[in-house]
């Protein structure tokens, strides 16, 4: 079965610090692949996702992730952090047709120090 | 766009009572919709997947009969979690899928939180 594993619960970093918030999945061939945002009292929104071409993808509010084959890994970055940016992010891996099932990594935690 | 919204944001009820939560895709067509579940410092686990017009598929150890899933339009499905008891008390969040929005990407709401005494 498919697995999305992100190693780091909490993340705290400086406002203005670059990020990178890890994402490994299991998975025998290439998934749709996506980051999701969570804040309190708001649904998830999607960053970002990859589906094939560029493994470099960009997203919303200054994000992007690189998807690479050989490590199994879609890892979120962004080169300077706003305040605004403190909430949960989930890696999400999509299966089956149109990538409908998505089964969800546990989530980082991020904090953005003043 | 892509909008998907939930009513109610959160409910209490009492222990044996049923509660319905609603999903709606504002600004699309959703032609299909899921329905997940967040416990607290956890991730979200897919219950189900319902598609326009037809039965919804239950993950495994998801109870059906607990958990009744309507998908009657387009732009509507409904989640009943009957005869409520406490363990069933969690976040419940819905997405959806399809039309303009886009056939792999799912959208979401902002969630359900249900409380049961």
């Known amino acids: 079965a498919q697995s999305v594993t992100q190693p780091d619960i909490h993340i705290t970093v400086s406002e203005g610090a670059s990020l990178e918030l890890r994402c490994n999945y299991s998975?025998?061939?290439?998934?749709?692949l996506f980051w999701y945002v969570q804040s309190p009292g708001q649904g998830l929104q999607l960053l970002l996702k990859y589906f094939s071409g560029d493994t470099l993808v960009q997203g919303i509010k200054g994000f992007e992730a690189e998807f690479k084959r050989s490590q199994s890994s879609f890892n979120l970055r962004k080169p300077s952090v706003h305040w605004s940016d403190a909430a949960e992010y989930f890696c999400?891996?999509?299966?089956?047709?149109?990538?409908?099932?998505?089964?969800f990594g546990t989530g980082t935690q991020l904090k953005v120090e003043l | 766009g892509a909008v998907v919204s939930q009513h109610p944001s959160w409910v209490i009820c009492k222990s044996g009572t049923s509660v319905k939560i609603e999903c709606r895709s504002l600004d699309f067509q959703a032609t299909t919709m899921f329905w997940y579940r967040q416990f607290p410092k956890k991730s979200l686990m897919l219950m189900a997947t319902s598609n326009e017009g037809s039965k919804a598929t239950y993950e495994q150890g998801v109870e059906k009969d607990k958990f009744l899933i309507n998908h009657a339009s387009l732009t509507l499905s409904t989640l009943t979690v009957t005869s409520a008891h406490p363990e069933d008390s969690s976040f419940y969040i819905c997405s959806a899928k399809g039309g303009l929005a886009g056939f792999e990407t799912q959208y979401f709401g902002p969630g359900t939180r249900l409380l049961v005494l």
């Open positions: 998975y025998g061939a290439t998934p749709y």
């Open positions: 999400a891996v999509g299966l089956g047709g149109g990538g409908n099932k998505l089964t």
